[in-house]
């Protein structure tokens, strides 16, 4: 099991200002809770032991939230100073990793998959980077990627209509080693310069999975989460338990139990 994860949120968020104007993306609010407290709950359930977050855009609003709240986690903080693209963000970050693999997790996405399947499918094929592939239908927002029957990534296509695809879930496991040894710039295109040029050089997989998945960067998904996170809550047997300490059990509990209501219905 892969217990490093890097957690990328120093994005501007453009496209969610119209709604959220005056904190970064990951810190958008859901019912008074900010969107990174799921990720980092999820991440904790999941058995993650050590928290890189790569910051950027108003990064001591997120240092503020995440020291006041998680006072006990292992954490390190990378801030961009000048926008470095995700993959010199993902490079600097792995100046910080430990081990010899690590997570990495987009800070507006939620895809709650099973990490420990993650780690295992990784380390099992030797994988120079495996990405969590979510199957979509009737889609435009994202590219597509395409997979073998081995599971080795095939190709990264381009945003177009698509009845039925998958896409990149936004969790990936990568080798640390393998990708600093590659001749990149500070800042550049993960997606761009190093997926989709070493794609078929390198061994990239994807791994399919089936679980909740929420990218909140546009308004429209945004409010659609705030819709799920009702309906999650009502799922919860947690639902009408009386608590003081409203975030961290709430979220811990609830959310989760009543996510996992939904998935097993």
Same mark, same amino acid.
């Given at each position: 099991?892969?217990?490093?994860?890097?957690?990328?949120?120093?994005?501007?968020?453009? =496209?969610?200002?119209?709604?959220?104007?005056? %904190?970064?993306?990951?810190?958008?609010?859901?019912?008074?809770?900010?969107?990174?407290? !799921?990720?980092?709950?999820?991440?904790?359930?999941?058995?993650?032991?050590? @928290?890189?977050?790569?910051?950027?855009?108003?990064?001591?609003? %997120?240092?503020?939230?995440?020291?006041?709240?998680?006072?006990?986690?292992?954490?390190?903080?990378?801030?961009? $100073?000048?926008?470095?693209?995700? +993959?010199?963000?993902?490079?600097?970050?792995?100046?910080? %990793?430990?081990?010899?693999?690590?997570?990495?997790?987009?800070?507006?996405?939620?895809? $709650?998959?099973?990490?420990?399947?993650?780690?295992? !499918?990784?380390?099992?094929?030797?994988?120079?980077?495996? %990405?969590?592939?979510?199957?979509? =239908?009737? @889609?435009?927002?994202?590219?597509?990627?395409?997979?073998?029957? *081995?599971?080795?990534? =095939?190709?990264?296509h381009e945003k177009k209509f698509c009845e039925k695809g998958f896409i990149n879930g936004g969790v990936y496991a990568l080798n640390v080693n393998s990708f600093l040894h590659e001749p990149l710039p500070d800042v550049f295109s993960f997606e761009k310069d190093?997926?989709?040029?070493?794609?078929?050089?390198?061994?990239?997989?994807?791994?399919?999975?089936?679980?909740?998945?929420? *990218?909140?960067?546009?308004?429209?998904?945004?409010? =659609?989460?705030?819709? *799920?996170? $009702?309906?999650?809550?009502?799922?919860?047997?947690?639902?009408?338990?009386?608590?003081? *300490?409203?975030?961290?059990?709430?979220?811990?509990?609830?959310? @989760?139990? +009543?996510?996992?209501?939904?998935?097993?219905?």
């Amino acid at each position: 099991m892969i217990k490093e994860a890097i957690i990328l949120a120093g994005g501007l968020g453009t =496209r969610l200002r119209s709604v959220v104007s005056d %904190v970064p993306k990951c810190m958008a609010p859901v019912n008074g809770v900010p969107f990174i407290h !799921f990720i980092i709950i999820y991440l904790k359930k999941e058995g993650v032991e050590r @928290f890189i977050f790569s910051l950027g855009y108003k990064s001591d609003i %997120v240092i503020d939230y995440v020291d006041k709240t998680f006072p006990d986690l292992d954490i390190e903080y990378v801030i961009e $100073n000048t926008p470095l693209g995700t +993959g010199g963000a993902i490079k600097l970050a792995c100046s910080k %990793v430990k081990s010899a693999d690590v997570l990495i997790i987009n800070g507006d996405t939620l895809f $709650n998959i099973n990490l420990k399947d993650l780690s295992e !499918f990784h380390h099992t094929k030797k994988a120079d980077f495996t %990405v969590a592939l979510k199957e979509m =239908r009737n @889609f435009s927002r994202y590219g597509s990627v395409e997979i073998n029957n *081995d599971y080795s990534i =095939r190709a990264f296509h381009e945003k177009k209509f698509c009845e039925k695809g998958f896409i990149n879930g936004g969790v990936y496991a990568l080798n640390v080693n393998s990708f600093l040894h590659e001749p990149l710039p500070d800042v550049f295109s993960f997606e761009k310069d190093f997926l989709e040029k070493n794609t078929g050089k390198k061994k990239f997989y994807g791994l399919e999975c089936e679980y909740y998945f929420i *990218d909140i960067g546009i308004p429209e998904d945004y409010d =659609r989460f705030i819709r *799920d996170f $009702n309906l999650i809550f009502d799922k919860s047997k947690y639902h009408k338990k009386d608590t003081s *300490d409203y975030a961290t059990d709430f979220i811990g509990e609830t959310f @989760f139990e +009543g996510l996992l209501s939904i998935i097993t219905d």
